[in-house]
Protein backbone atom coordinates (compact mmCIF):
# COMPACT_ATOMS: atom_id res chain seq x y z
CA UNK A 1 0.00 0.00 0.00
CA UNK A 2 1.26 3.11 -0.89
CA UNK A 3 1.61 6.07 1.76
CA UNK A 4 -0.25 9.24 0.95
CA UNK A 5 2.10 11.97 2.46
CA UNK A 6 0.78 15.27 1.75
CA UNK A 7 -2.05 14.90 -0.42
CA UNK A 8 -5.63 14.63 0.03
CA UNK A 9 -5.81 18.46 1.58
CA UNK A 10 -8.96 19.75 1.54
CA UNK A 11 -10.31 23.59 1.54
CA UNK A 12 -14.16 23.76 2.57
CA UNK A 13 -15.42 27.29 1.82
CA UNK A 14 -18.75 28.62 3.24
CA UNK A 15 -20.75 25.51 2.90
CA UNK A 16 -24.49 25.92 2.80
CA UNK A 17 -26.90 23.32 1.95
CA UNK A 18 -30.61 23.08 2.25
CA UNK A 19 -33.05 20.28 1.58
CA UNK A 20 -36.30 20.76 -0.27
CA UNK A 21 -38.74 18.40 0.34
CA UNK A 22 -42.43 18.45 -1.56
CA UNK A 23 -44.89 20.37 -0.30
CA UNK A 24 -42.90 21.29 2.92
CA UNK A 25 -40.62 24.76 3.62
CA UNK A 26 -36.75 23.97 2.73
CA UNK A 27 -34.68 22.95 5.73
CA UNK A 28 -31.50 24.84 6.02
CA UNK A 29 -28.98 21.76 7.57
CA UNK A 30 -25.48 23.42 6.95
CA UNK A 31 -24.79 27.20 7.27
CA UNK A 32 -21.09 28.71 5.93
CA UNK A 33 -19.14 25.62 7.49
CA UNK A 34 -15.70 26.76 6.61
CA UNK A 35 -12.94 24.40 7.71
CA UNK A 36 -9.63 22.71 6.21
CA UNK A 37 -9.13 18.87 6.51
CA UNK A 38 -4.93 18.85 6.57
CA UNK A 39 -3.10 16.00 4.60
CA UNK A 40 -2.01 12.74 6.73
CA UNK A 41 -3.92 13.98 9.57
CA UNK A 42 -7.04 12.31 10.89
CA UNK A 43 -9.84 14.60 11.98
CA UNK A 44 -12.94 13.79 13.12
CA UNK A 45 -16.22 15.71 12.91
CA UNK A 46 -18.52 15.75 15.71
CA UNK A 47 -21.91 16.55 16.79
CA UNK A 48 -25.14 15.73 17.79
CA UNK A 49 -27.19 13.27 15.87
CA UNK A 50 -29.66 15.02 12.94
CA UNK A 51 -27.00 17.93 12.50
CA UNK A 52 -25.68 17.63 9.24
CA UNK A 53 -22.67 15.67 9.55
CA UNK A 54 -23.97 13.28 6.95
CA UNK A 55 -24.97 15.54 4.80
CA UNK A 56 -21.34 17.60 5.04
CA UNK A 57 -19.50 14.00 4.29
CA UNK A 58 -21.92 13.13 1.23
CA UNK A 59 -21.03 16.74 0.05
CA UNK A 60 -17.12 16.32 1.02
CA UNK A 61 -17.40 13.28 -1.44
CA UNK A 62 -19.45 14.94 -4.42
CA UNK A 63 -22.75 12.90 -4.36
CA UNK A 64 -24.15 15.75 -3.15
CA UNK A 65 -24.41 19.72 -4.09
CA UNK A 66 -24.00 22.18 -1.57
CA UNK A 67 -26.72 25.23 -2.31
CA UNK A 68 -23.29 27.84 -1.63
CA UNK A 69 -19.94 27.47 -1.14
CA UNK A 70 -17.16 25.08 -2.43
CA UNK A 71 -15.17 22.11 -1.31
CA UNK A 72 -11.10 22.00 -3.01
CA UNK A 73 -9.39 18.73 -3.14
CA UNK A 74 -5.46 19.59 -4.17
CA UNK A 75 -6.81 23.01 -5.67
CA UNK A 76 -9.29 21.21 -7.53
CA UNK A 77 -12.85 22.49 -6.96
CA UNK A 78 -14.79 18.63 -6.08
CA UNK A 79 -17.93 18.42 -8.39
CA UNK A 80 -18.69 14.61 -8.96
CA UNK A 81 -17.70 11.42 -7.13
CA UNK A 82 -14.60 10.25 -7.60
CA UNK A 83 -12.12 7.37 -6.30
CA UNK A 84 -9.58 9.74 -4.58
CA UNK A 85 -12.56 10.41 -1.88
CA UNK A 86 -13.85 7.07 -1.13
CA UNK A 87 -16.60 6.93 2.07
CA UNK A 88 -17.33 4.09 4.37
CA UNK A 89 -21.06 4.63 4.77
CA UNK A 90 -23.03 4.53 8.33
CA UNK A 91 -25.09 1.24 7.68
CA UNK A 92 -22.76 -1.02 5.10
CA UNK A 93 -22.71 -0.23 1.74
CA UNK A 94 -21.47 -3.76 0.62
CA UNK A 95 -23.25 -5.10 -2.49
CA UNK A 96 -24.92 -7.92 -1.15
CA UNK A 97 -25.38 -9.74 -4.39
CA UNK A 98 -21.62 -10.04 -4.60
CA UNK A 99 -19.06 -12.08 -2.55
CA UNK A 100 -16.79 -10.32 -0.57
CA UNK A 101 -13.64 -10.62 -2.80
CA UNK A 102 -16.51 -9.48 -6.04
CA UNK A 103 -17.12 -6.29 -3.73
CA UNK A 104 -13.42 -5.51 -3.26
CA UNK A 105 -12.23 -5.81 -6.89
CA UNK A 106 -15.40 -4.11 -8.31
CA UNK A 107 -13.17 -0.70 -8.24
CA UNK A 108 -10.26 -1.15 -10.13
CA UNK A 109 -12.51 -3.60 -12.16
CA UNK A 110 -14.80 -0.60 -13.14
CA UNK A 111 -11.61 1.90 -13.35
CA UNK A 112 -10.43 -0.58 -15.27
CA UNK A 113 -7.23 0.48 -14.04
CA UNK A 114 -5.79 -3.08 -13.87
CA UNK A 115 -6.46 -6.47 -14.92
CA UNK A 116 -8.70 -9.07 -13.28
CA UNK A 117 -5.59 -10.84 -12.02
CA UNK A 118 -3.73 -8.18 -10.74
CA UNK A 119 -6.94 -6.80 -8.66
CA UNK A 120 -7.70 -9.95 -7.46
CA UNK A 121 -4.06 -10.84 -6.55
CA UNK A 122 -3.91 -6.88 -4.38
CA UNK A 123 -7.87 -7.99 -2.92
CA UNK A 124 -6.36 -11.14 -1.81
CA UNK A 125 -3.24 -9.28 -0.41
CA UNK A 126 -5.52 -6.72 1.66
CA UNK A 127 -8.07 -9.48 2.84
CA UNK A 128 -5.26 -11.27 4.63
CA UNK A 129 -4.56 -7.80 6.02
CA UNK A 130 -7.74 -7.36 7.08
CA UNK A 131 -7.82 -11.30 8.37
CA UNK A 132 -10.89 -12.27 6.09
CA UNK A 133 -8.72 -14.00 3.39
CA UNK A 134 -11.31 -17.23 4.13
CA UNK A 135 -14.24 -15.64 3.82
CA UNK A 136 -13.73 -14.08 0.34
CA UNK A 137 -16.61 -16.44 -1.28
CA UNK A 138 -19.12 -15.75 0.96
CA UNK A 139 -21.92 -12.81 1.13
CA UNK A 140 -22.12 -10.22 2.77
CA UNK A 141 -24.63 -11.59 4.91
CA UNK A 142 -22.84 -14.20 5.79
CA UNK A 143 -20.31 -11.84 7.82
CA UNK A 144 -20.35 -10.15 10.92
CA UNK A 145 -20.96 -6.58 11.66
CA UNK A 146 -16.90 -6.14 12.21
CA UNK A 147 -16.01 -8.21 9.24
CA UNK A 148 -18.21 -6.17 7.06
CA UNK A 149 -16.51 -3.23 8.80
CA UNK A 150 -13.17 -4.46 7.24
CA UNK A 151 -14.56 -6.01 3.99
CA UNK A 152 -15.70 -2.32 3.56
CA UNK A 153 -11.92 -0.60 4.60
CA UNK A 154 -10.39 -3.30 2.11
CA UNK A 155 -13.07 -2.41 -0.76
CA UNK A 156 -12.01 1.62 -0.18
CA UNK A 157 -8.04 0.84 0.08
CA UNK A 158 -7.98 -0.98 -3.23
CA UNK A 159 -8.63 1.78 -4.89
CA UNK A 160 -5.65 4.23 -3.12
CA UNK A 161 -8.06 6.94 -2.36
CA UNK A 162 -6.45 9.83 -1.36
CA UNK A 163 -8.96 10.58 1.56
CA UNK A 164 -11.12 8.11 3.53
CA UNK A 165 -14.80 9.42 4.55
CA UNK A 166 -15.96 7.32 7.56
CA UNK A 167 -19.38 8.17 8.70
CA UNK A 168 -20.11 6.63 12.17
CA UNK A 169 -18.41 3.46 10.80
CA UNK A 170 -18.78 1.74 13.71
CA UNK A 171 -22.02 2.50 15.25
CA UNK A 172 -24.03 -0.40 15.68
CA UNK A 173 -21.03 -2.47 16.66
CA UNK A 174 -20.88 -4.22 19.92
CA UNK A 175 -18.89 -2.47 22.33
CA UNK A 176 -16.03 -4.90 22.04
CA UNK A 177 -15.96 -4.95 18.53
CA UNK A 178 -16.34 -1.40 18.16
CA UNK A 179 -13.02 -1.17 20.28
CA UNK A 180 -11.25 -3.77 18.53
CA UNK A 181 -12.28 -2.13 15.03
CA UNK A 182 -10.99 1.80 16.74
CA UNK A 183 -7.62 0.20 17.11
CA UNK A 184 -7.48 -1.59 13.96
CA UNK A 185 -8.49 1.66 12.11
CA UNK A 186 -5.81 3.85 14.46
CA UNK A 187 -3.18 1.22 13.33
CA UNK A 188 -4.26 1.21 9.50
CA UNK A 189 -3.92 5.39 10.07
CA UNK A 190 -0.44 5.23 11.68
CA UNK A 191 1.10 3.06 9.10
CA UNK A 192 -0.73 5.10 5.64
CA UNK A 193 -1.27 8.59 7.07
CA UNK A 194 -4.08 8.17 4.78
CA UNK A 195 -6.04 11.62 5.04
CA UNK A 196 -8.97 10.72 6.88
CA UNK A 197 -12.29 12.36 8.04
CA UNK A 198 -14.15 10.59 10.36
CA UNK A 199 -17.56 11.48 11.62
CA UNK A 200 -19.17 9.89 15.05
CA UNK A 201 -21.44 11.99 17.52
CA UNK A 202 -18.84 9.71 20.56
CA UNK A 203 -16.61 12.05 22.30
CA UNK A 204 -14.27 9.13 23.41
CA UNK A 205 -14.23 7.91 20.23
CA UNK A 206 -13.11 11.03 19.07
CA UNK A 207 -10.61 11.96 21.19
CA UNK A 208 -8.91 8.48 21.03
CA UNK A 209 -8.94 8.55 17.05
CA UNK A 210 -8.17 11.96 16.07
CA UNK A 211 -5.34 14.84 15.17
CA UNK A 212 -7.78 17.28 15.69
CA UNK A 213 -11.86 17.06 16.25
CA UNK A 214 -14.15 19.89 14.62
CA UNK A 215 -17.21 20.49 16.38
CA UNK A 216 -20.48 21.24 14.76
CA UNK A 217 -23.29 22.72 16.36
CA UNK A 218 -26.47 25.31 16.02
CA UNK A 219 -29.21 24.90 13.88
CA UNK A 220 -28.64 25.34 10.99
CA UNK A 221 -25.51 23.85 11.49
CA UNK A 222 -21.79 25.62 11.49
CA UNK A 223 -18.38 24.64 12.56
CA UNK A 224 -18.74 26.02 16.15
CA UNK A 225 -15.26 24.73 17.61
CA UNK A 226 -11.61 23.13 16.79
CA UNK A 227 -9.61 21.40 18.99
CA UNK A 228 -6.36 19.96 18.49
CA UNK A 229 -5.95 16.25 19.99
CA UNK A 230 -1.92 16.38 20.83
CA UNK A 231 -1.89 12.88 22.61
CA UNK A 232 1.11 10.80 21.55
CA UNK A 233 0.82 8.25 18.91
CA UNK A 234 1.13 5.28 17.93
CA UNK A 235 -2.14 5.52 20.14
CA UNK A 236 -3.03 2.87 22.74
CA UNK A 237 -6.13 2.69 25.01
CA UNK A 238 -4.03 3.55 27.77
CA UNK A 239 -4.54 7.43 26.65
CA UNK A 240 -8.15 7.29 27.46
CA UNK A 241 -6.34 7.18 31.38
CA UNK A 242 -3.74 10.22 30.75
CA UNK A 243 -4.74 13.27 32.32
CA UNK A 244 -4.26 15.23 28.95
CA UNK A 245 -6.93 13.36 27.55
CA UNK A 246 -9.85 14.78 30.67
CA UNK A 247 -8.59 17.98 29.93
CA UNK A 248 -9.22 17.63 26.32
CA UNK A 249 -12.12 15.86 27.33
CA UNK A 250 -13.52 18.94 29.36
CA UNK A 251 -12.97 21.36 26.61
CA UNK A 252 -15.16 19.11 24.16
CA UNK A 253 -17.88 18.67 26.46
CA UNK A 254 -17.85 22.56 27.15
CA UNK A 255 -17.82 23.55 23.12
CA UNK A 256 -20.44 20.85 22.48
CA UNK A 257 -22.99 21.25 25.02
CA UNK A 258 -21.82 24.64 26.46
CA UNK A 259 -24.29 26.21 23.52
CA UNK A 260 -27.34 23.89 24.26
CA UNK A 261 -27.11 24.15 27.97
CA UNK A 262 -27.66 27.57 27.98
CA UNK A 263 -31.27 27.19 26.23
CA UNK A 264 -31.99 25.54 29.39
CA UNK A 265 -31.12 27.98 31.69
CA UNK B 1 5.52 -1.99 5.74
CA UNK B 2 6.34 -5.50 7.54
CA UNK B 3 5.53 -4.93 10.79
CA UNK B 4 3.13 -2.84 10.64
CA UNK B 5 1.02 -5.89 8.40
CA UNK B 6 2.29 -7.78 11.61
CA UNK B 7 0.83 -5.89 13.81
CA UNK B 8 -2.69 -5.66 11.90
CA UNK B 9 -3.08 -9.08 11.93
CA UNK B 10 -4.71 -9.23 15.72
CA UNK B 11 -7.05 -11.88 16.43
CA UNK B 12 -10.31 -11.15 15.26
CA UNK B 13 -13.60 -12.35 17.04
CA UNK B 14 -16.64 -12.63 15.63
CA UNK B 15 -15.93 -15.72 13.51
CA UNK B 16 -19.31 -17.17 12.43
CA UNK B 17 -19.46 -20.46 13.89
CA UNK B 18 -18.84 -23.39 11.89
CA UNK B 19 -22.17 -25.06 10.93
CA UNK B 20 -22.43 -28.67 11.47
CA UNK B 21 -21.59 -30.73 8.92
CA UNK B 22 -23.39 -33.50 9.18
CA UNK B 23 -26.01 -34.81 6.87
CA UNK B 24 -29.37 -33.98 7.44
CA UNK B 25 -32.00 -36.45 6.03
CA UNK B 26 -35.46 -34.64 5.46
CA UNK B 27 -38.00 -35.06 7.81
CA UNK B 28 -41.43 -35.96 7.07
CA UNK B 29 -43.61 -33.79 8.88
CA UNK B 30 -46.11 -36.88 10.66
CA UNK B 31 -48.38 -34.31 11.76
CA UNK B 32 -49.35 -32.94 8.06
CA UNK B 33 -49.46 -36.96 6.96
CA UNK B 34 -52.31 -37.32 9.65
CA UNK B 35 -53.80 -34.40 8.58
CA UNK B 36 -54.06 -35.24 4.93
CA UNK B 37 -55.23 -38.71 5.95
CA UNK B 38 -58.07 -37.38 8.11
CA UNK B 39 -59.15 -35.05 5.62
CA UNK B 40 -60.10 -37.42 3.43
CA UNK B 41 -61.48 -39.55 5.90
CA UNK B 42 -63.83 -36.88 6.81
CA UNK B 43 -64.40 -36.45 2.90
CA UNK B 44 -65.62 -39.70 2.95
CA UNK B 45 -67.76 -40.16 6.28
CA UNK B 46 -69.43 -36.95 5.33
CA UNK B 47 -70.74 -38.36 2.01
CA UNK B 48 -71.75 -41.74 3.14
CA UNK B 49 -73.15 -40.64 6.28
CA UNK B 50 -74.99 -38.37 3.91
CA UNK B 51 -74.46 -34.64 5.56
CA UNK B 52 -76.09 -31.46 4.36
CA UNK B 53 -74.57 -30.34 1.32
CA UNK B 54 -72.80 -33.59 0.42
CA UNK B 55 -75.44 -35.50 -1.25
CA UNK B 56 -74.34 -34.34 -4.49
CA UNK B 57 -70.31 -34.99 -3.93
CA UNK B 58 -68.32 -38.02 -4.72
CA UNK B 59 -66.50 -39.79 -2.13
CA UNK B 60 -62.81 -40.07 -2.33
CA UNK B 61 -62.86 -43.44 -3.50
CA UNK B 62 -65.29 -43.04 -6.45
CA UNK B 63 -63.02 -40.00 -7.63
CA UNK B 64 -59.92 -42.38 -7.61
CA UNK B 65 -61.69 -44.76 -9.20
CA UNK B 66 -63.41 -42.46 -12.19
CA UNK B 67 -59.66 -40.74 -12.54
CA UNK B 68 -58.06 -44.39 -12.44
CA UNK B 69 -60.56 -46.33 -14.85
CA UNK B 70 -61.38 -43.28 -17.24
CA UNK B 71 -58.57 -40.40 -17.10
CA UNK B 72 -54.67 -41.99 -16.12
CA UNK B 73 -54.54 -43.07 -19.37
CA UNK B 74 -56.82 -40.75 -21.23
CA UNK B 75 -54.75 -38.91 -23.72
CA UNK B 76 -57.66 -35.75 -24.00
CA UNK B 77 -56.93 -35.12 -19.86
CA UNK B 78 -53.40 -34.93 -19.89
CA UNK B 79 -53.80 -32.76 -23.48
CA UNK B 80 -55.63 -30.06 -20.99
CA UNK B 81 -52.91 -30.27 -18.71
CA UNK B 82 -50.58 -29.45 -21.50
CA UNK B 83 -53.03 -26.55 -23.08
CA UNK B 84 -53.63 -24.30 -19.00
CA UNK B 85 -49.70 -25.36 -18.43
CA UNK B 86 -49.45 -23.47 -22.14
CA UNK B 87 -51.30 -20.93 -21.55
CA UNK B 88 -49.78 -20.07 -18.32
CA UNK B 89 -46.25 -20.12 -19.35
CA UNK B 90 -46.54 -17.54 -22.44
CA UNK B 91 -49.03 -15.07 -20.41
CA UNK B 92 -46.42 -15.48 -17.85
CA UNK B 93 -43.18 -15.27 -19.78
CA UNK B 94 -44.80 -12.23 -21.69
CA UNK B 95 -45.36 -10.43 -18.64
CA UNK B 96 -41.82 -11.05 -17.48
CA UNK B 97 -40.45 -9.78 -20.53
CA UNK B 98 -42.55 -6.73 -21.35
CA UNK B 99 -43.28 -5.82 -17.36
CA UNK B 100 -39.26 -5.87 -15.84
CA UNK B 101 -38.19 -3.20 -18.64
CA UNK B 102 -41.21 -1.25 -18.54
CA UNK B 103 -40.97 -1.27 -14.44
CA UNK B 104 -36.88 -0.39 -14.80
CA UNK B 105 -37.81 1.96 -17.27
CA UNK B 106 -40.60 3.38 -15.11
CA UNK B 107 -38.42 3.81 -12.30
CA UNK B 108 -35.11 5.61 -13.95
CA UNK B 109 -36.39 7.60 -16.68
CA UNK B 110 -38.58 10.65 -14.96
CA UNK B 111 -39.95 12.26 -18.62
CA UNK B 112 -41.09 8.33 -19.19
CA UNK B 113 -42.79 7.67 -16.28
CA UNK B 114 -45.32 10.85 -16.48
CA UNK B 115 -46.18 10.18 -19.77
CA UNK B 116 -46.56 6.51 -18.90
CA UNK B 117 -47.80 5.90 -15.51
CA UNK B 118 -50.97 7.53 -15.35
CA UNK B 119 -52.15 4.81 -18.12
CA UNK B 120 -50.57 1.95 -15.80
CA UNK B 121 -52.68 3.36 -12.67
CA UNK B 122 -56.06 3.56 -14.99
CA UNK B 123 -55.47 0.17 -16.30
CA UNK B 124 -54.06 -1.57 -13.18
CA UNK B 125 -57.10 -1.59 -11.11
CA UNK B 126 -59.37 -3.26 -13.75
CA UNK B 127 -59.62 -6.86 -13.12
CA UNK B 128 -58.21 -9.38 -15.43
CA UNK B 129 -61.59 -11.12 -16.37
CA UNK B 130 -63.16 -7.88 -17.33
CA UNK B 131 -60.85 -7.92 -20.02
CA UNK B 132 -62.27 -11.19 -21.49
CA UNK B 133 -65.08 -9.81 -23.64
CA UNK B 134 -62.68 -7.25 -24.75
CA UNK B 135 -60.33 -9.62 -25.35
CA UNK B 136 -62.45 -12.18 -27.25
CA UNK B 137 -63.61 -9.10 -29.26
CA UNK B 138 -60.02 -8.01 -30.52
CA UNK B 139 -57.92 -11.14 -30.49
CA UNK B 140 -58.44 -13.38 -33.96
CA UNK B 141 -58.58 -16.72 -31.49
CA UNK B 142 -59.61 -17.78 -28.19
CA UNK B 143 -56.49 -19.61 -27.56
CA UNK B 144 -54.70 -15.82 -28.00
CA UNK B 145 -57.36 -13.85 -26.05
CA UNK B 146 -56.79 -16.24 -23.19
CA UNK B 147 -53.18 -15.90 -22.93
CA UNK B 148 -53.81 -11.86 -23.42
CA UNK B 149 -55.87 -12.38 -20.13
CA UNK B 150 -53.80 -14.28 -18.52
CA UNK B 151 -50.82 -12.11 -19.48
CA UNK B 152 -52.50 -9.16 -17.84
CA UNK B 153 -53.01 -10.87 -14.49
CA UNK B 154 -49.78 -10.90 -14.17
CA UNK B 155 -48.05 -8.20 -15.82
CA UNK B 156 -49.34 -5.16 -13.99
CA UNK B 157 -47.76 -6.89 -10.54
CA UNK B 158 -44.25 -7.13 -12.17
CA UNK B 159 -44.45 -3.25 -13.31
CA UNK B 160 -45.30 -1.68 -10.56
CA UNK B 161 -43.37 -4.54 -8.13
CA UNK B 162 -40.04 -3.75 -10.42
CA UNK B 163 -40.95 -0.20 -10.58
CA UNK B 164 -40.90 0.42 -6.51
CA UNK B 165 -37.92 -1.61 -5.87
CA UNK B 166 -36.05 1.00 -8.56
CA UNK B 167 -36.85 4.00 -6.46
CA UNK B 168 -36.33 1.95 -3.39
CA UNK B 169 -32.36 1.50 -4.24
CA UNK B 170 -30.50 2.48 -1.56
CA UNK B 171 -28.65 5.57 -2.66
CA UNK B 172 -25.31 4.51 -1.25
CA UNK B 173 -25.11 1.13 -3.47
CA UNK B 174 -25.03 3.92 -6.27
CA UNK B 175 -22.87 6.45 -5.00
CA UNK B 176 -20.41 3.81 -3.83
CA UNK B 177 -20.37 2.40 -7.26
CA UNK B 178 -19.44 6.09 -8.73
CA UNK B 179 -16.66 6.86 -6.47
CA UNK B 180 -15.51 3.54 -7.61
CA UNK B 181 -15.29 4.95 -11.21
CA UNK B 182 -18.46 2.60 -12.12
CA UNK B 183 -19.41 4.18 -15.67
CA UNK B 184 -23.99 4.21 -15.81
CA UNK B 185 -24.15 1.05 -17.93
CA UNK B 186 -21.63 -0.87 -15.06
CA UNK B 187 -24.39 0.88 -12.77
CA UNK B 188 -27.22 -0.43 -14.27
CA UNK B 189 -26.14 -4.03 -15.19
CA UNK B 190 -24.14 -4.69 -11.71
CA UNK B 191 -25.89 -2.90 -8.91
CA UNK B 192 -29.63 -1.62 -10.41
CA UNK B 193 -30.60 -4.58 -11.65
CA UNK B 194 -29.57 -7.05 -8.91
CA UNK B 195 -30.66 -4.75 -6.73
CA UNK B 196 -34.32 -5.36 -8.11
CA UNK B 197 -34.11 -8.94 -8.54
CA UNK B 198 -35.45 -10.17 -5.35
CA UNK B 199 -38.31 -7.40 -6.22
CA UNK B 200 -38.40 -9.61 -9.21
CA UNK B 201 -39.00 -12.58 -7.64
CA UNK B 202 -41.61 -11.51 -5.65
CA UNK B 203 -43.31 -10.29 -8.61
CA UNK B 204 -42.94 -13.78 -10.16
CA UNK B 205 -44.79 -15.73 -7.24
CA UNK B 206 -47.99 -13.32 -7.16
CA UNK B 207 -47.60 -13.49 -10.58
CA UNK B 208 -47.46 -17.60 -11.19
CA UNK B 209 -50.51 -18.05 -8.43
CA UNK B 210 -52.08 -15.30 -10.80
CA UNK B 211 -52.06 -16.58 -13.54
CA UNK B 212 -53.31 -19.97 -12.39
CA UNK B 213 -56.62 -18.13 -10.98
CA UNK B 214 -56.97 -16.24 -14.65
CA UNK B 215 -56.44 -19.05 -16.69
CA UNK B 216 -58.97 -21.44 -15.01
CA UNK B 217 -61.80 -18.54 -15.52
CA UNK B 218 -60.91 -17.29 -18.63
CA UNK B 219 -60.95 -21.29 -20.17
CA UNK B 220 -64.18 -21.89 -18.22
CA UNK B 221 -65.23 -18.84 -19.97
CA UNK B 222 -64.54 -19.37 -23.39
CA UNK B 223 -62.25 -21.84 -23.60
CA UNK B 224 -62.63 -25.02 -25.50
CA UNK B 225 -60.05 -27.34 -23.71
CA UNK B 226 -57.87 -26.97 -20.40
CA UNK B 227 -58.21 -27.53 -16.94
CA UNK B 228 -60.60 -25.20 -16.34
CA UNK B 229 -63.07 -26.01 -18.99
CA UNK B 230 -62.55 -29.97 -18.21
CA UNK B 231 -63.86 -28.61 -14.77
CA UNK B 232 -66.68 -27.00 -16.04
CA UNK B 233 -67.86 -29.55 -18.52
CA UNK B 234 -68.13 -31.92 -15.30
CA UNK B 235 -70.54 -29.34 -14.02
CA UNK B 236 -72.49 -28.85 -16.91
CA UNK B 237 -72.84 -32.56 -17.10
CA UNK B 238 -73.29 -33.36 -13.64
CA UNK B 239 -70.26 -35.66 -13.06
CA UNK B 240 -69.66 -34.93 -9.84
CA UNK B 241 -65.84 -36.78 -9.97
CA UNK B 242 -65.00 -35.34 -12.82
CA UNK B 243 -65.28 -32.03 -11.19
CA UNK B 244 -63.27 -32.98 -8.76
CA UNK B 245 -60.52 -34.82 -10.80
CA UNK B 246 -60.56 -30.85 -12.04
CA UNK B 247 -60.03 -28.91 -8.81
CA UNK B 248 -57.39 -31.64 -7.77
CA UNK B 249 -55.36 -31.33 -11.21
CA UNK B 250 -55.82 -27.59 -10.83
CA UNK B 251 -54.39 -27.56 -7.40
CA UNK B 252 -51.72 -30.12 -8.61
CA UNK B 253 -50.71 -27.98 -11.39
CA UNK B 254 -50.25 -25.04 -9.31
CA UNK B 255 -48.55 -26.66 -6.84
CA UNK B 256 -45.93 -27.44 -9.60
CA UNK B 257 -45.60 -24.12 -11.10
CA UNK B 258 -44.82 -23.13 -7.69
CA UNK B 259 -42.01 -25.34 -7.15
CA UNK B 260 -40.59 -24.70 -10.85
CA UNK B 261 -41.02 -20.64 -9.84
CA UNK B 262 -39.40 -21.24 -6.21
CA UNK B 263 -36.21 -23.21 -7.80
CA UNK B 264 -35.82 -19.71 -10.46
CA UNK B 265 -35.81 -17.71 -7.74
CA UNK B 266 -33.22 -19.16 -5.38
CA UNK B 267 -31.00 -19.62 -8.86
CA UNK B 268 -31.80 -15.86 -9.27
CA UNK B 269 -30.64 -14.72 -5.60
CA UNK B 270 -27.43 -16.88 -4.75
CA UNK B 271 -26.58 -14.42 -2.34
CA UNK B 272 -29.84 -15.11 -0.56
CA UNK B 273 -29.88 -18.89 0.01
CA UNK B 274 -26.53 -18.68 1.05
CA UNK B 275 -27.14 -17.89 4.93
Not at chain 1, 18 to 35: A, R, T
Not at chain 1, 116 to 129: D, I, N, V
Not at chain 2, 99 to 107: D, E, F, R
Amino acid sequence: MKTHALSGELNVKGLSKWYHIKGQPPVHVLDDCSFEIEPGKLTVVMGTSGCGKSTLAYILCGYLNPDRGQVVMDGQQVKEPSSSRIMVFQETALWPWMTVLDNVIFGPLAAASIGKEEATRKAMELLRKFGLSEFKDKYPSQLSGGMKRRAELAQALINSPKVMVLDEPFRGLDVMTRELMQEYYIKLFEETRLTTVFITSELEEAIFLADRILIMGGTPSKMVHSLEVDLPRPRTFDVLASERYLEIKKEALEALYGDSMQHFV
Amino acid sequence: MKSAEKTLETPIMNQPVVKNPKIRLPRINWRGVIAIIGFFVAWHLSVKLGFPGFREIAAPYDVLHTFLTRYLDNPDYWASWVASFKRVLYGFLIAQLLGIPLGLLLGTRQTFNHLVYPVIEIMRPIPPLAWVPISILFWPTTESSIIFITFIGAFFIIVINVHDAVKSIKKEHIWLAQSLGASSGQIFRRIMIPSVIPSIAVGMTLGIAVTWNVVIAAEMISGDNGLGRLTWEGYVSHTVTVVIIGMVSIGLAGYLSTIVVDYLEKKMMPWRVAR
